[in-house]
């Protein structure tokens, strides 16, 4: 049997493992000035389907945007190294390079990061990315 991930349920994983770091807001939209701080923003996957079964995907990476947003550039770098720790538990990889900017508009400090994890339809599992 050939188990399907969808980017809806992948999402939920994420949101869902994030919530047990605890110390933040787990969010999907972009927060304001009314928002709550510290808070992480999880963005809509990118799904690449490298294998098919037909019209099955068989083996797919996914690749995910996480914003990690609070009030000094040091948080935001705290937070993103407890997300990439988390994440690790599902075979997450941090790839590219991170990078900081800060918003006018909520007065708070933002670092974005990428995430890919391999889905392997057969094991119903996450593999690593090589």
Known sequence: MIHE??????????VRKLNEIGNREVVL????????????????????QKINEGV??????YQISIEEWAETK????????????KLREYNFKKVGND??????????NRLISNYEVNYNGLTNSFERIK
């Open 56 to 61: 099955v995907p068989v083996f797919t990476r």
């Open 99 to 108: 990078y900081i900017t800060y918003d006018e508009i909520t007065k708070k």
């Open 74 to 85: 040091y948080d935001v770098m705290h937070q993103s190294y407890e997300t990439a720790v």
């Open 29 to 48: 939209k972009d927060p304001t000035d009314k928002s709550v701080f510290p808070c992480s923003v999880v963005r809509t996957p990118y799904e690449n």
């Open 5 to 14: 991930l969808d980017i809806e349920t992948i999402t939920r994983l994420v």
